[in-house]
């Protein structure tokens, strides 16, 4: 999957010369927390709530929401701006996109074509996309099986699950640390009744199980 596919498309910017105030008002309309800083059309920088929180008087000011008000609107986006946006193509993999998100610290990245800004996506949409890849949405039950870093073990459990007559949902599947000859797998199964499908990986010889257990 790629950026480009679940992006928000209907972007909304600001201008580098626009005001705080405009800013807030733009956050609290479309309930976003950060802004694309444009200029001419090419993306120049982002803006954050939490720019704007650190740059905002302290709530414990004694200060009118008038002139509260009046000092938002002389602070303006290119004074507090991040300069150096952390950008992504419609063409970068939604993982590499979630990789960046993670090494730079970041919320959210811009989505650019020739240096113009032509959709965001954010870590809340990571998370749909994760929620959405595990099955989340349907009637399943996960379980998680330990089991050897051989070739055709995860063709093993699938077979196991498929005489079963069940389906699985989504299977994730990665090497212990610490451990490359031991891998764990996660399974999302279309049932709510395990019982039977952990008592067949048992009887072939893996730790399954749907509960957390600390490793011995």
């Known amino acids: ?20 105030l405009k800013v807030r008002n733009l956050f609290a309309k479309h309930d976003i927390y950060q802004l694309p800083v444009v200029q001419n059309g090419k993306l120049v920088g982002i803006i954050t709530d939490r720019d704007i929180r650190e740059n905002s008087p302290s709530p414990a000011s004694t200060l009118s929401t008038h002139e509260l008000n009046y000092l938002l609107s002389e602070i303006k986006v290119e004074n507090i701006m ?7 193509t419609p063409g970068t993999t939604i993982e590499a996109a979630a990789k960046l998100i993670n090494e730079k610290r970041v919320n959210s990245l811009p989505v650019v074509v020739n240096d113009e800004p032509v959709g965001i996506i954010t870590t809340c949409d990571l998370l749909d996309i994760l929620l959405e890849f595990v099955g989340m949405d349907t009637t399943s039950s996960r379980v998680q099986l330990t089991l050897s870093s051989t070739m055709g073990e995860i063709a093993k459990i699938t077979r196991i699950i498929n005489d079963m007559g069940l389906t699985i949902m989504s299977i994730v599947s990665a090497m212990k640390k610490g451990d490359p000859e031991k891998r764990t797998a996660v399974i999302r199964v279309n049932t709510d009744d395990t ?5 067949a990986f048992e009887e072939a010889g893996y730790k399954a199980t749907t509960e957390y257990k600390v490793d011995k």
Do not use: P, Q, Y
């Open 195 to 199: 019982k039977e499908l952990l008592r």
């Open 1 to 20: 999957m790629f950026v480009g596919n679940r992006m928000t498309r209907n972007l909304v910017t600001i201008d580098k010369d626009a005001d705080i």
């Open 82 to 88: 991040t300069k150096k946006v952390v950008t992504v």
